[in-house]
């Protein structure tokens, strides 16, 4: 039986998400990251593989890639969240998404893209709805970055009002 079902996203209103179809126990390998194996030479050179696609990218080591950009790829509809509830677990070429937690039937698996820090971030917003969202698809450790940058905005703002 499949761990997983497809349904209209709650945190993507425009896109689909993966659903646990049953209880799930934190450390289960719920399904298989799919995709083509690429080299990181191909990621440089191509144009296909701009800064508006990163997130079916995966670098497996110095080497090669994968590239999860494919309809078949159904992990590929996991979204985003800054508190998930899953990750991305590599093993030679092999990418596995795991739970991270105890999920329960029905909850919509989340993953942190992992995203790095730079001045394209505001491409992504984050609809995750979680306490600690931050706004923006960003990798946990870059998160303060832009915690730092809406801090130091408001204080502008004050400072401004005065
Ligand atoms: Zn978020």
Redesign the pocket.
Known sequence: MKLYKIKKSKIDNKGRGLYAAKDIKEGTKIINYSGKIITNKQVDESDKYDNNKPIYLFTLNKRYTLDGDFSWNTAGLINH??DPNSQYDGKGLKIWITAIKDIKKGEEFTCDYGFGFDKDYKQFP?K?R?KN??GYIVREESRWRIHKKFAMSKKKLVNNSR
């Open positions: 969240s800054c984050c995750c979680a969202c931050c």
